[in-house]
C-alpha cells in the first residue's frame, strides 16, 4: 500500500518553463490537495479538490492550474515557471473531515 | 479571517525534558484540531488530533495535546524527549468549510540536546 505517491522528487527548471507534477493515491480517497512549503510560512493551499469531478482555488493558486484526472489523480502544472515558486511541494489527500491528511514526500523545485 | 498561530519558531530542549509547544487558532466555533510532525526532508506525519469529547488526547510516538476552548489553544506536549524528535512540528485547524481543508501554523522546529 503506497498511500500517496509524488513525482518527481526533485526538479530544476528555467525561468518561463513548464511542468506536472504528478500525485496518486491508492486509498480510495474522496478529497485531494496540493500545498506548497517555504521556510518561515509553513503549509499554504494552492488548490484542492473535495471530489473526483471539482476542483477550487487555495490560498496562493496563481501560476498554478490543476486537474483531477479521475479519483486517484491530481496534477498540478506550472504553465511558465517564475524563481517565486521555488518551493516544496506536497500533496496530500482525505477520506473526510474525521480523519488528517495523508500527504506523500514532497517535491522540491527549483526555478532559476 | 481564520488563522493558526505557533508562537515559538524554534525550541531547544535537552534530552529527558518536557516539551510543551504551543498552538492558538482563531475561529468562531471549534474546528477540528491536529498536530503533524515533519522530519528533515520527509513529508508530514499524523501525531493526533481532536474533534470532541475529552480535551486530553493522546498520538503516536508519546504524544498528547490539551484542547482548551476558553483559550482558542491546542498544546502539545511529551513529558520526556528523545532524541530521535528533533523535527518541524505543525499545529493545522479544519474549519469544516464544506471542503474539509487544512490552515497550517508556521511551524516550530526542535532541537535536542543530548
Known amino acids: 500500500n503506497a498511500g500517496v505517491t509524488q513525482t518527481p522528487k526533485f526538479q530544476v527548471l528555467k525561468t518561463g518553463q513548464s511542468m506536472t507534477l504528478q500525485c496518486a493515491q491508492d486509498?480510495?480517497?474522496?478529497?485531494m490537495y496540493w500545498y506548497r512549503q517555504d521556510p518561515g510560512m509553513g503549509l499554504r493551499l494552492i488548490y484542492y479538490s473535495a471530489s473526483e469531478g471539482t476542483t477550487d482555488k487555495g490560498e496562493v493558486p496563481n501560476g498554478y492550474n490543476v486537474s483531477r484526472l479521475n479519483k486517484r489523480e491530481f496534477s498540478l502544472r506550472l504553465e511558465s515557471a517564475a524563481p517565486s515558486q521555488t518551493s516544496v511541494y506536497f500533496c496530500a489527500s482525505r477520506p473526510s473531515s474525521n480523519y488528517g491528511y495523508t500527504f506523500g514526500s514532497g517535491t522540491r523545485l527549483t526555478v532559476v | 479571517a481564520q488563522s493558526v498561530t505557533q508562537p515559538d519558531i524554534h525550541i531547544t530542549v535537552s534530552e529527558g525534558a518536557s516539551l510543551e509547544l504551543r498552538c492558538n487558532y482563531s475561529?468562531?466555533?471549534?474546528?477540528?484540531l491536529f498536530w503533524y510532525v515533519q522530519s528533515p526532508g520527509q513529508g508530514l506525519q499524523l501525531l493526533l488530533k481532536?474533534?470532541?469529547?475529552?480535551?486530553l488526547v493522546q498520538g503516536i510516538k508519546g504524544f498528547e495535546a490539551e484542547f482548551k476552548r476558553s483559550q482558542s489553544s491546542f498544546n502539545l506536549r511529551k513529558p520526556s524527549v528523545h532524541w530521535s524528535d528533533a523535527a518541524e512540528y505543525f499545529c493545522?485547524?479544519?474549519?469544516?468549510?464544506?471542503?474539509?481543508?487544512?490552515?497550517f501554523g508556521a511551524g516550530t522546529r526542535l532541537a535536542v540536546h543530548p
Open positions: 481532536y474533534f470532541s469529547g475529552d480535551t
Open positions: 475561529y468562531g466555533a471549534t474546528p477540528y
Open positions: 493545522a485547524v479544519d474549519i469544516s468549510g464544506g471542503y474539509n481543508k487544512l490552515i
Open positions: 486509498m480510495n480517497h474522496n478529497s
